[in-house]
């Protein structure tokens, strides 16, 4: 593990502190690519796929990343998203050199097969919390492209099932519903006669 340029070893082997470090470099060299917050399963489906890493291994360093400042952890309906911090970048800028090349074309070949699909993915979002003061579930849905929101939805609803089948709803048929509510808000009064 690094603190603030130093190499600290504690109850590991050195070989062992030197394997750790360089698998937190594969971690935010993989996020850095990728140029966008990557889900736990994300990043599980890859080193795990690729025998990088296993998943303990990896859940191990993704906290303790997080609780050294190199990754931010953003929490949003139960899933969890990294991003690289400043001093995750200042890091890697320094030390990128030391991750193995076939492990950086391993990944540059995975973030550009998959950066449209998780990018995808990111643009469509849809989660629901319970609100106690009204005891109600509020459900917000959006979907965005790039930093520009096309729709936010906020409903209430009463049930926790409910709430779940609006969000399932959304994310199967955000394409639909963003153009019928599109056409409805932009179509012309008819008069009744």
Not at 33 to 50: H, I, R, S
Not at 159 to 178: G, S
Not at 182 to 188: G, K, T
């Amino acid at each position: 593990m690094y603190v603030r340029g130093e190499m600290v070893l504690s109850n590991i082997s050195e070989q062992e502190a030197l394997k750790r470090a360089d698998n937190k470099l594969m971690i935010l060299y993989l996020i850095d690519k990728m140029d966008m917050p990557m889900t736990n399963a994300q990043l599980t489906d890859f080193f795990v796929a690729e025998n990088l890493l296993t998943y303990f291994e990896l859940q191990q360093l993704l906290a303790k990343m997080v609780e050294d400042g190199y990754l931010d952890k953003l929490v949003e309906s139960g899933n969890a998203r990294y991003t690289v911090t400043d001093m995750g970048e200042q890091t890697l800028e320094y030390l990128e050199k030391r991750i193995v090349q076939s492990v950086r074309s391993k990944i540059n070949g995975f973030v550009s097969e998959n950066r449209k699909l998780i990018r995808k993915a990111y643009e469509v979002t849809a989660t629901y919390f319970y609100d106690h003061p009204t005891r109600e579930f509020i459900v917000k849905c959006g979907t965005y492209d790039g930093d520009t929101t096309l729709m936010e939805l906020t409903l209430s609803v009463v049930t926790r099932e409910q709430a779940k089948l609006i969000c399932r709803n959304w994310k199967a048929n955000v394409n639909q519903l963003y153009g019928k509510f599109l056409d409805l808000l932009v179509e012309e009064e008819v008069e009744a006669n």
